[in-house]
C-alpha cells in the first residue's frame, strides 16, 4: 500500500463562510493555512452522501436506470443510488432507494465499500453495495423522478462502458470495485 506523510501535507482551516444553503448542496469558502505557513482559499461543497447499488437479478443481468440529468442535458444510465436522509443507515437506505427506483427488494446485502466522487471540490461519498437475490414488489418513485428501467449482462456493461454509453463516474467505479465479485 502507498504510503504518505498526512501531517506534511494538512492544511489547516482558518477562516469559514458559508456563501450558498442549498436544498441539496452548500457551498463554503475557508481561508486555509498551508504547509509551507502561507495562507490560500479553499472553496469546497458539502453533501450528504449517498449509495449506490449494483443490484444482480436472479439471471446474472445488472439492474440499470436511464435517468435525465440537468446538468448535462442528456439521459444517463446508471447503477441505481440516492441521497443518505439525515441519521439514515447506509444500508438501510440502499434497501430504500432500491425499492423506491426499481422497485425490487435485495435478501442479500454485500457493502463493498467507498469512493469519494469529487475530491477536488466536495466532500461528497458514495458507499457502494451489491444486492442479490431480488423480488419485485413495485417502485415507489419519488415526486419529479422519472426513470427507466432496463437489464444489462455483464459483456453487455463492458460493451457499454467501452463505447463510451456509460459514463457515470459513480457506475463506473462501483462496478470496478465489485468486479471480482461479478463474475
Not at 504547509?35 to 453533501?47: A, L, Q, S, W
Not at 459514463?167 to 461479478?182: E, I, V
Request: proline share 3%.
Amino acid at each position: 500500500m502507498l504510503k504518505t506523510n498526512e501531517d506534511a501535507l494538512t492544511e489547516t482551516q482558518l477562516e469559514t463562510e458559508q456563501v450558498f444553503d442549498g436544498v441539496l448542496l452548500n457551498v463554503h469558502r475557508d481561508k486555509v493555512r498551508l504547509p509551507d505557513g502561507k495562507t490560500g482559499i479553499r472553496e469546497y461543497i458539502t453533501h450528504p452522501g449517498a449509495v449506490a447499488i449494483i443490484a444482480i437479478l436472479p439471471d446474472g443481468r445488472l439492474i440499470f436506470e436511464r435517468q435525465y440529468r440537468y446538468p448535462l442535458h442528456r439521459a444517463f444510465l446508471e447503477i441505481p443510488a440516492g441521497k443518505i436522509d439525515a441519521g439514515e443507515a447506509i444500508e438501510a437506505c440502499a434497501r430504500r432507494e432500491l425499492r423506491e427506483e426499481t422497485g425490487y427488494e435485495a435478501a442479500s446485502w454485500e457493502h463493498v465499500g467507498v469512493m469519494h466522487p469529487c475530491i477536488g471540490y466536495s466532500n461528497e461519498r458514495i458507499e457502494v453495495f451489491i444486492a442479490r437475490d431480488l423480488t419485485h414488489v413495485g417502485h415507489a418513485w419519488d415526486e419529479g423522478e422519472f426513470l427507466e428501467l432496463l437489464s444489462l449482462s455483464l459483456d453487455e456493461v463492458r460493451a457499454a462502458v467501452s463505447a463510451g454509453e456509460i459514463t457515470d463516474g459513480k457506475t463506473m467505479t462501483a462496478l470496478f470495485m465489485a468486479l471480482d465479485r461479478l463474475v
